[in-house]
């Protein structure tokens, strides 16, 4: 509906200026108020009794500085300056006592106009104290400007002056109560951010000299004057309603609560084109303003001057505070992106290339938390750079990448320390995360804490076991595929169980031997797996999948951030880790030993580099590799003075000396032994593998093992060879105190008395193997030591190797017969009877 302004031509008879019929309750005021004297009346008005005499004005004072000074004080009935020869003074009567007063007390002895003054009432003999009512603002953000806070506090009620200082401020009042309305008011509004602290100073009431009154006065801004000059009246003379005619806004001051600034725009919209929609401004009590076209709108909509709206009584008159200045409305925004960190961190490193663009328009700063860019200015402003900021940081954000670089188990003890990688993040503005096997991500800090907290805990270093029971929650083997997005997805943990057993049955001895790659239904597919190949197959779509395993103990390093910044911090970092990395020799460690000690070391978090001669070399964290050596060392010393057995072998007693057992055919020792027959025999078929654990012997033979390490300088040549014992039971030669015992051989040897062991299984299986009575043949695995070894013709004369240059003996001889390389010692202790093979051909 088209609104009518007050006064136009219309077919109800209301008065001009009058609202229209609303169901409101409306309380008229006394007469006394709402009549007003027009202003032919004005000059007829006798002159009110509260004037104040201005001395030591300056000659030519001028009279609109003067007004504009003494007008904020209250509303002026008349003023006069009278000139002198060498300075002039003035005469200014206000309507009220009480606005008399403020002028004398927060002039006198200021300066005005450029010259101090001396204030004196002219209708009583005293002066009033000057008191000043001090609000003190603090946790004020560092960015508030003096003009700022200007801005926010002049239409407070008797607002006088402040002073804005690093983070607190302090701002004058003229009466108390203005002081507490506007403390409720400071205490809700944000400044960039934040809401400050006010409270009302103790020595706030108190009376000041002149000194300090100079001092707080230049800082009180200047009210823009409303007094006009009306033809017909002294051009000194001012009538209260020519102030009126010149506002064109309405102070509304609410009761209570529950009224919005959209139920105020459309009751005062009947009296006039309302310019904006009212703010309702908190207080004791709440108000606000109401901006129209014209003044005589305003006046209108003063009429009544009480209107309940539902049970809320609103009182309604014209503002004396300039209207401008609240049209240009004032917004503070911190721009920063929730969801991502990064983003915001990356944001203000980059900023510099939109700060020169968006300084013209509103103000910027970074803000000092990493959170994001403060935007402060006129409203419609700070939304647009608000916007372009954003639009910005969405550029940003599609620019980041994230890249992975595998952590080696030796460097997973520098994890705990948490502020290298920390120090990174903030040069390069990147993010680290812990790339879990299962493909979950653990902040840095939070997976630093666990290693952290895991190496304190114990003296006993920490083992990839732990880490890997952290990392998985359990000992299972995760399988992945690569899925339709070009990369590895994790399967479920039942689909990985699953997987994982066929896999085991493909490394099983006879997996080789299947014509048919190993099942799998899931839901309503079937697949089948070549483990060959690594390929899962859908037997109804024909598709093929990548697959890959996944090992428990696997762990990655994610570093996220711009593309240059993600290169650079990766090869950094590497260079960092690798500097805070040591290496450690292990010495003292003989061949025997050498195998249990490097298994032990690689159950740690360390790399093991090599072994070389009587050492083993190591590198990790050095804190940590202390640690280890000491374990390390302890079990050397203990290996030293006790000969170690088999790890494969199954535990005895020490009263069992002797004991035979049969190996499983799933297990990867069968695999082993199976896999060394076939070479020269595939048309065996294996009926048993028993493994020989014969303590005595195999003490013997490792002591020989450490003697000849030790002769040699880590020389042994430990090698896997067949022997046929032909005749002779097998239980002669494993239940033997000799073993392999060269008394038992033929006179007929090709190269003298010695135990003979053929490279070829063949070779001893088809002429040499002995025949149980069930018609099976059985032949030795056995653990030889040839050590430095020659290669000589058949001499059957021989009942030792030759000797070397240096006098000493070699350890083996070796030749070739029956197209097989066999080597001989003659010595007992040279040899152990490790596995007794059954057998028979197809």
Known sequence: MKKRRPGSTSTDKRKPGSPRQRNVSVQIRPKSITTKPSASLCAELPEQQYTIKVNHLPRGANERELLRCYNRFGVISSYKIIPATKESYALITYETESDAERAVRYTDGTTVIGSIVSVVCKWKDSTPTKEQYTLKVTNLSLHVTQKEMEHTCCSYSDYQSLKVNKGHAYVNFLSLRGAERAMESLRKVEFYGQCPKVNLKESSIQSQPHSDYKKTTSSIPHCRSVITHHHGSSPHTVSPQAQQVETSTVKVTLSGRGVTGEALEEYFSQFGDVLQTPAIIPGKPDYAYVKFE???????????????????????????????????????KLVTDEDDSLVNLITIRKFHKLEDHLSSIVTTKASKDGRGIHISGDKDKVDIAESIVRLYMKQLQDQIISKSMYLNCQFIPLLKNLEVFQAIQQHFDVEFKVILPNGSTKSIAAFSNTIASAMSSSSYPLTVESISEYLSGADAVSWSFFDDNQKFTLMSATDSAEIEKLYQEYLGPLSHHKLVHPHYSRRRWQYKYNFDKMVQ??????????????????????????????????AGLNEILEEMVIKKSLTGCSIDIVEPITKLARSFCVKVDSSLDDKIIVSGCRDYLTKVFLVLEEKRDSLKFTPLLPSEWEPQTDNTELKRVTAKSSSSEWLKVVNAVKKTMKEAKIIKVQRIQNKYLYHKYALCKRRMHEKNGGEVNEKWLFHGSSEVSPEVIYESEHGFDFRYSGDSSLWGKGAYFAVNASYSGVSYAFRTPERYRQIFIAFVLTGNSIRMERDSTLFAPPKKKDGSLYDSVNGVTGSSRVYIVYDHDKSYPAYLITFQFQ
């Open 294 to 332: 014209s003044s005589e709108e305003a006046k209108a909509a003063c009429i009544p001057n009480k209107v309940n709206f539902d049970g809320t009584l609103v009182s309604i008159k014209l503002s004396n505070k300039p209207s401008l200045p609240a049209l240009i409305e004032k917004s503070s």
């Open 537 to 570: 197959i859908n037997t109804t779509t024909k598709k093929q999948r990548k697959i890959k395993r996944v090992d428990p103990s696997s762990l990655c390093l994610s570093c996220r951030g711009l593309e240059d910044d993600v290169k650079t911090t990766i």
